[in-house]
C-alpha cells in the first residue's frame, strides 16, 4: 500500500480523549530475543462520556493477553490489529485495563519506540513512538503518572532507567535484576523513557535555589565516561541559568542524561531522563571541534530547559509544537548569548535562519510556525517550528519589552504548570502582562512564508526631514494563496556622519517603542523630523524580524555601516550584503560567458576591519566567511546553475585573498603562536581558532604553494580537531597533492571512534570535485560506513546532498540519482532518516531547465516503489505538487 492516501489531521478536528489514563504502571521483560511490556492502565470516563469504546492507539504492535480489573476478555469484547486495541464496550466508571505486548527491540531499525543501540536497550517515544510500546491514548494531552519496572539480564544490562526517581532495585539470583522508577509528575506518553545497558556514568550534582541536592548523571558506553565531563558542566550551568533567568527549578532527585549512538535526531527531553545523539555528548579536544562543543553546550541546555517548556507545560496536540519547540529554541539561544558573545550567537543563528528556514519557507515544504494540519507529524520538526518558532518570541519580546515579557513568562509557567496548553493560551498571558492586544501577532503564528519589507528614502536638505517608505508583502505559499500583513518591529537607528546615532525631533507615520519601528500595515509612510543632514538608515537591527529586506543602500553606505554602525548585527549584514551584491553580479557575469570583476572598496573595508584591534576574533571571522555558494544560489533563486555560482564565488574569493594576502597570513602565523597554549572551547578560543581557519580557507583558494604549504604544515601540527579538520578539509576540496596521504593518516589515527569518522566522510563528502561522486559510492561499502547508522548516513550522503552544491547538482544528473536511489534504499528500514534526506531536494526548482528536469526525474524515480512509508511519500507528495 502507498501511503498517498493518508488522512489528513487537522487543528479543527481536536478533541479531548472520552476516557482518561490517571496511573499506569509498565514492566518490561527485557531478555536477549523478545522482551515483554505488562501495562496496566486506570482509566477513568471523561465528563459526559457514556459507554463510548475505548479505542488506543498502536505501531506494528503484537497483543498477548488483554483484561479488565483482573478478568480475561473474551474474543469478542475487544478487537486487536497492529495499529488499535479497542475494547468494545468499557464498564462504567473507572477501570483497569491490563495489556501484555511482545516487542522485538533487536529489529526495530526505525528507532522508534524500544530499539537497541549497540546493544543497549532504549526508547524514543516523541511523537508517536510509544504506541509501538503498548497501547495507548499516545497523544500529548493525556497526562499520566508512570510507575516502570525494568528486569534485564545483569551482565547486558547493570544500569537500568527510566523517567522520575528510583524506587527500588533488586536481585532474582537467575542472572536477572530489576529496577523500578516512579515519576510523581504527571505526563503524557511522548515523555516516557527507557534505558537498559551497560553503560558508565560520569557523576556530579546540583543543589537547587532552594537548597535541594539532585543527583546528575551521563551515562555513555564504557569508556567514554572522561568525554561526558563537558556535557556535565554544561548541564550544571543550565540548570544555574534556569534558576537566574527564569525562575525555573528542577524537580527530582536525579537528572539522567544517556548517550546513544543510534539516534533520528539531536536528542530528546523524556522527564528526568534526557536520551541524546552521542555527537551532542561526547567531547574531548582530540575528537571534538570548537562547533561540537558549542552544539554539546547548546543542545544539553535545550533539553534540560525543556523541563519546563515541554514537560511540566506540554502540547495540547501536535500541532502546538512550536510552544514547546521555539520556545526551547529561544531560551538556549538565550543561554548561549550568555555564555558566548551575544553578536556573534545572533549572526550564526540568523544564519542558520536563512539557510534553512527561508528555503523552507519559500519552497514547497512551507508551512505556518503553528500548521493546521498534517499527514506525518515526524516530518514537521521543522526549521520552521524550531528556528521560525524562536524568531517569533524574539520579536513578541522586542514588541512587548523585557520586562512584560518576563511577567508574561511567569503568568505562563504559574496558569499553566501541569497543563497541556495551546499557542493562544501562551500568547495570552503575554497579553494580558502588556495590556498589547495581540490577535494582530498571532499571524505569524497562522500564515506560512517569509514578508519581504521594500524600504525607500527620501532626504529633504531644506527642511531637514527624513522619510522612509517601508512596504511589506509575503509570497503566496501552498494553501495559503493570499497574506494578512504582520506586525513586523523594525528595531532602528539613523546612523549619522559622526557613526553615532541621530535623534531626530520627532517621528511619525508609525507606532515607535524605544528603538523600534513597529509595522502594521501593508505601507508606512514614516517621517523623521529635525535631522541636520541625511542619516544613513541602520535597519533591523539585530535581525528584529525574520524577512527579507529589499534597501537599494549604495556601496558607500553599506561600507560606511560596515565601519561604523552601533548594532554589531548590522555591521556584519552590511558585509554580506556587500558580499552577496558581488556574488550575484558575478555569477551573472560567469553566465554571460564574461570574466568576473569585483569593486575593491568593499575588500579593503573588510582589509581595515581586521587590522582594528577592538574587535574579536570571532566576530571579525563571521566577517570575512564569504556567503555559501547555496545563499547565493537562494539570491538568485530561479535558474540556478550552480556551477556559475561555484566559479563566481571562487573568484571572489581569490579576489579577497589576493588583496588581504599578507593580512590573512599574519593572522595564521599568530594563531599558531598561540597553539601551543592549551586548549579551551571558550568564546576567545574558538574565535582565534575560527578566524585564522578562515582566512587558512582564503589563502588556499590562490593555490599557490606558499599557501598549501601552510596548509599541510597546520594538518601536520594541529593539536586539536578543530584545527586539524579545518586543514585537512581544506587539502581534501582543492584536490591538494597531499590529500590523499592526509585522509590516510587521519583515518589511521581515528578510523575507531565513529564521530570522528564522521567527519572524515563529511570532508570527503563535500570535495566540489568531479570525482566525488565516485568516491561517495565507494565509501558507503568502506566497513566504518553503515546505512543503519543515522549519524553516518547524514555524515556521508546528507553532506553530499546539502553541502556540494556542484556534485549534487551535477548536470548529468548522477549527484539526484544517487541520493534517490539512498533514499528509496532506508525508507522501509528507517522512514525518518529517509524522509529527512529528501528534504535535501526541496529548491529543486530553482535550477535552470536541464538540472529541473534530471532532479524531478529522481524524485520520480523514488514515487514509483510500491511500499512507500507516509513519512517519504508526504514530502515527496508535497515536493512535487
Ligand atoms: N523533542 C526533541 C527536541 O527538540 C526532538 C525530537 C522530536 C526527537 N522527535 C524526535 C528526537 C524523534 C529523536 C527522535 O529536543
Ligand atoms: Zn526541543
Redesign the pocket.
Known sequence: MSHESSPVIRLSDYKPTPYAIDKVDLDFNLTAKETLVAATLAISPRDGTFGEPLVLDGDELTLVRVAIDGRELSQDEYEATPDHLTVKVPPNGAFRLEMTTRLDPAANTKLMGLYRSSGTWCT?C??EGFRRITYYYDRPDVLSVFTVKITAPKSEAPVLLSNGNPVSVGDLGDGRHFAIWHDPWPKPSYLFALVAGALAAFEDEFTTMSGRKVMLAVYVEKGNAPKAAYAMDSLKRSMKWDEEVFGREYDLDVFNVVAVSD???????NKGLNVFNDKYVLADPEIATDADYAGIEAVIA??YF?NWTGDRITCRDWFQLCLK?GLTVFRDQEFSSDMRSRAVKRISDVRLLRSQQFPEDGGPLAHPVRPEQYKEINNF?TATVYEKGAEVIRMLKTLIGDDAFARGMDLYFTRHDGEAATIEQFIACFAEASGRDLEPFMVWYREAGTPIVTVEESWDEASGRFTLTLTQETPATPGQQTKKPRVIPVRFGLVGPDGGDMHPSSIAGAEVNGGTLVLTQPLHTVTFEGLSSRPVPSLFRGFSAPVKVRQALSSADLIFLLANDADSFNRWQAGTTLAMTALVKATQQVRAGQVPTFETAPIDALGALIDDSSLDAAFKALLLAVPSENDVAREVAENVDPDAVANAHKAYRRTIADRLGVRLKSIVEADQTAAGQPYVPDAAGSGRRALANTALDLLSVTGSSDAMDLVRRRFETATNMTDRLAALTVLVHRGDAGAEAALAAFFERFGTVPLVVDKWLSAQASAPLPDTLDRVMALTEHPAFSFGNPNRVRALVGAFATSNPTQFGRADGKGFGFVAGVISRLDAANPQLAARLLVTFRSWRSYEPKRRTLAEAALRSIQTKPQLSRDVADILERTLA
Open positions: 524514543q516523541e511523537a539516534f533520528n535526531m539531536g536528542a530528546m527531553e535545550h533539553e525543556h519547540e520538526y
